[in-house]
């Protein structure tokens, strides 16, 4: 919403004002379509030739994203982490082979179930039981799982991060197509100098709105979209972070609540939720 809401400001500030001034918006929009082919086709060229599939795929699975708002919310980091104080309230209870078969089978775990959407997140519950799964078996400790964890999040973090350089080599290269546009319009004009000044004038206006539009499209559309999915791919991050934080504070002997404050405090002070409503929360839970 705020994305449309942005691009509304500057279509009225940027072409209200010329229009404001006496430019003539017709100039503009005789130019536009034949502008917006060249450049749109020359970044879409260039995009495809410049990525492979799979970041291909993510740019535009990431574009889709900055359009939603955010499941990031206080209430999605309550219940997960009142599914992780669930799991490691059952370990500490009854062993940690207690829990061996919600780590083997979380689709058909109660604890899971129990957690709506984050019990039902492929990725939250992969990452889980993952690391579950190795607690369980004893053979790693806690510095060697931290070790794994932070790898695996590095990991994460530069494939999601392959379609936010993606987005922004895109809003690099079209200032640069709006020059190509641009010269290509000079050159048409050149090429027809012996008609009247009124002519010409108009055929070197057009060529203008290419290098207008490169510039326009870059840093009003393509480089916020950039920065907006930047921000997105930095809050998914954090849920990982999260569930590392608390998994290894278990590990070190903490109890399940303590090991639920220490991941608390790793999340963002606008969704982080207070000690008093997390407690109240995992109690209801």
Not at 147 to 159: F, K, Q
Not at 179 to 190: E, H, P, Y
Request: proline content about 3%; some cysteine.
């Amino acid at each position: 919403m705020f994305v449309i809401v942005g691009w509304l400001i500057v279509m009225v500030c940027v072409f209200g004002v010329y229009i404001f001034h006496g430019g003539n918006i017709m100039v503009v929009l005789k130019a536009l379509p034949f502008e917006l082919i060249t450049i749109g086709g020359a970044t879409m060229g260039a995009f495809v030739a410049n990525n492979q599939m799979k970041v291909i795929k993510s740019s535009l699975k990431g574009l889709g994203t900055c359009f939603k708002g955010s499941k990031y919310t206080k209430a999605r980091y309550m219940d997960l982490l009142a599914l992780l104080f669930d799991i490691l309230q059952k370990a500490r209870k009854e062993g940690l082979m207690a829990i061996e078969k919600d780590v083997e089978e979380p689709h058909s775990s109660e604890i899971f179930k129990k957690h709506g959407e984050v019990g039902h997140d492929h990725h939250v519950v992969e990452f889980i039981t993952d690391y579950l799964r190795m607690m369980v078996s004893g053979n790693l400790n806690a510095h060697e799982i931290e070790s794994l964890m932070d790898s695996e999040i590095d990991t994460h973090h530069a494939e999601e991060h392959a379609a936010v350089a993606a987005l922004q080599r895109v809003a690099g290269g079209l200032p640069a197509f709006g020059i190509v546009a641009a010269v290509l319009g000079v050159v048409n004009t050149m090429g027809s100098v012996g008609q009247p000044p009124a002519v010409l004038g108009g055929m070197i206006a057009s060529a203008l709105v290419g290098t207008f539009l490169g510039i326009l499209l870059a840093y009003a559309f393509a480089e916020p979209l950039a920065g907006l999915l930047e921000q997105k791919v930095e809050e998914a991050g954090k849920e990982f972070q999260c569930i590392k934080t608390t998994l290894l504070a278990s590990m070190q002997g903490y109890n399940p609540a303590t090991a639920i404050e220490f991941g608390r405090k790793v999340l963002f002070s606008t969704d982080r939720p207070t000690f008093v409503e997390l407690e109240a929360f995992v109690k209801k839970k």
